[in-house]
């Protein structure tokens, strides 16, 4: 079956633009994860939703970076203001309860020039 | 808290030989533990998971792993390299949440004809 999808695969913007992510998880996959992949830190965890809600948004770097889920099903991290430490890789991941495996889309490269 | 670390940045191995990637944890819990692969521009594929079951976990291609608590480590082997296997390795660990999981560094593996 389908896996995760990502939209786009690459993004360029310029510095102070708004820009979108968007992410398609597994059909029937009640939990969706943020992940960012950069050089200087790493993997690192963003946010969690469990259905429509976000019960854990700690790894949100500033209040620049919004998410949201909409019917349990596709989301969008939203970064405004981009600045140029926001480059790095955006991996979405869903799973089908919050303890289950988490299957990775391919990411969105997002460069800020 | 909980954190993984990874001994080795690159691994150069050549094909038909075994492969070792070490890996460290720290958790105050019974941690899960599992081995992700990245392939260059693909999303993460989990390798395998320790989940408190038996210590020497079998995952996909080949790989395994064994959890030693004495050791607090999981390191990865395979005893016959392939070229195919020429890609990122991640050890991660997972907290008392169970979902937000925490990535060590990276080892990336290099095979040789």
């Given at each position: 079956?389908?896996?995760?999808?990502?939209?786009?695969?690459?993004?360029?913007?310029?510095?102070?633009?708004?820009?979108?992510?968007?992410?398609?998880?597994?059909?029937?996959?009640?939990?969706?994860?943020?992940?960012?992949?950069?050089?200087?830190?790493?993997?690192?965890?963003?946010?969690?939703?469990?259905?429509?809600?976000?019960?854990?948004?700690?790894?949100?770097?500033?209040?620049?970076?919004?998410?949201?889920?909409t019917g349990g099903s596709?989301?969008?991290?939203?970064?405004?203001?981009?600045?140029?430490?926001?480059?790095?890789?955006?991996?979405?991941?869903?799973?089908?309860?919050?303890?289950?495996?988490?299957?990775?889309?391919?990411?969105?490269?997002?460069?800020?020039? | 808290?909980?954190?993984?670390?990874?001994?080795?940045?690159?691994?150069?191995?050549?094909?038909?030989?075994?492969?070792?990637?070490?890996?460290?944890?720290?958790?105050?819990?019974?941690?899960?533990?599992?081995?992700?692969?990245?392939?260059?521009?693909?999303?993460?594929?989990?390798?395998?998971?320790?989940?408190?079951?038996?210590?020497?976990?079998?995952?996909?291609?080949?790989?395994?792993?064994?959890?030693?608590?004495?050791?607090?480590?999981?390191?990865?082997?395979?005893?016959?390299?392939?070229?195919?296997?020429?890609?990122?390795?991640?050890?991660?660990?997972?907290?008392?949440?169970?979902?937000?999981?925490?990535?060590?560094?990276?080892?990336?593996?290099?095979?040789?004809?």
């Amino acid at each position: 079956g389908a896996g995760v999808s990502q939209s786009p695969s690459n993004k360029v913007t310029e510095k102070g633009k708004d820009v979108e992510l968007r992410c398609d998880p597994i059909s029937g996959h009640t939990a969706l994860y943020w992940y960012r992949q950069s050089l200087g830190q790493g993997l690192e965890f963003l946010i969690y939703f469990q259905g429509n809600s976000a019960p854990d948004k700690s790894g949100l770097p500033s209040d620049r970076f919004s998410a949201e889920r909409t019917g349990g099903s596709v989301s969008t991290l939203t970064i405004q203001r981009t600045q140029q430490e926001d480059s790095a890789v955006y991996l979405c991941a869903s799973s089908y309860k919050f303890d289950y495996e988490q299957y990775f889309g391919p990411g969105t490269r997002l460069t800020v020039t | 808290a909980q954190s993984v670390t990874q001994l080795d940045s690159h691994v150069s191995v050549s094909e038909g030989t075994p492969v070792l990637l070490r890996c460290n944890y720290s958790s105050s819990y019974s941690p899960s533990l599992f081995w992700y692969v990245q392939h260059p521009n693909k999303g993460l594929q989990l390798l395998l998971k320790y989940t408190s079951a038996a210590t020497l976990v079998k995952g996909i291609n080949g790989f395994e792993a064994e959890f030693k608590k004495s050791e607090t480590s999981f390191h990865l082997t395979k005893p016959s390299a392939h070229m195919s296997d020429a890609a990122e390795y991640f050890c991660v660990v997972t907290g008392s949440n169970d979902y937000k999981l925490s990535f060590g560094a990276g080892t990336t593996v290099t095979v040789r004809a």
